[in-house]
């Protein structure tokens, strides 16, 4: 069981190019994150998906694009690099038990350090 | 709106003293509040989390979180701190009902907690 899990872990970009990062959870869990993680200011949530197929936007989605085409996969993309996308990108799952009156524990990936120059 | 303040960047303590982290929200409701915990060029690990019912919540490691309702504060506590527990501790809150039929969770700005030996 290796929970959730992230590629790649590092990555230097030129502003302008394109990447995908890749998350998978072998948990079966219904609900998947991504987040960006800037010094000073905690966790931010880009977009998230509360079932295969389905996404939607968080606090900061503006230059990323996600899908969630498989259950335990959830790509997040970035279609033109800038300087200011630098940062820690962190996937989460979780169970997602219900609509009303979930109790949902997050379950992190290790990261995935982006700089785009 | 929902929000999660930590208002320290950084906590010092001695090693076998007792230690807190502290948190604040705000958020309409009851609230489902967490602590998380991350350690250098890791992702969040899950310490603990207060539903509903005691307020005195125990977790991982030895600590344990004391959640006040007139006070809106979940502040994180261990008796007896480790230089092992030298780390960045988020306080998360979210919603349980959902507020806009979302799943979203607010992150703190974090705390680094640094136990002297």
Redesign the interface.
């Known amino acids: 069981n290796a929970g ?1 899990t992230q590629t790649p872990k590092f990555r230097v970009l030129k502003t302008g190019q394109s990447m995908t990062l890749l998350c998978a959870q072998d948990m079966n869990h219904e ?1 998947m ?1 991504w ?1 960006r993680q800037d010094p ?6 880009i977009h ?1 998906s ?1 079932g295969e197929g389905t996404t ?1 936007k ?2 900061v989605p503006d230059g990323y694009n996600v899908s969630r085409l498989k259950k335990q996969n959830f790509l997040l993309g970035l279609e033109s690099a800038a300087p200011s996308q630098t940062s820690v990108y ?1 996937c ?1 799952s979780s169970p ?1 038990l219900g ?13 995935t350090r982006l700089t785009v120059l | 709106a929902q929000s999660v303040a930590q208002p320290e960047d950084q906590v010092n303590v001695a090693e076998g003293n007792p230690l807190t982290v502290k948190c604040t929200y705000s958020v309409s409701g009851n609230p489902y509040l967490f602590w998380y915990v991350q350690y250098p060029n890791r992702g969040l690990q899950f310490l603990l989390k207060y539903i509903t019912g005691d307020n005195l919540v125990k977790g991982s490691y030895g600590f344990e979180a004391e959640f006040n309702k007139s006070q809106t504060s979940f502040h994180l506590k261990k008796p007896s701190a480790l230089v092992s527990d030298s780390a960045l501790y988020f306080c998360a809150v979210r919603d349980p009902q959902g507020a806009s039929g979302t799943y979203k969770y607010i992150f703190g700005t974090g705390t680094r907690l640094k136990v002297l030996a």
């Open positions: 959730v609900y994150y987040y000073g200011m905690g966790l931010r949530l998230y509360v939607a968080g606090e962190f989460a997602g609509r009303v009156l979930s109790t949902d524990t997050q379950y992190f990936g290790p990261g």
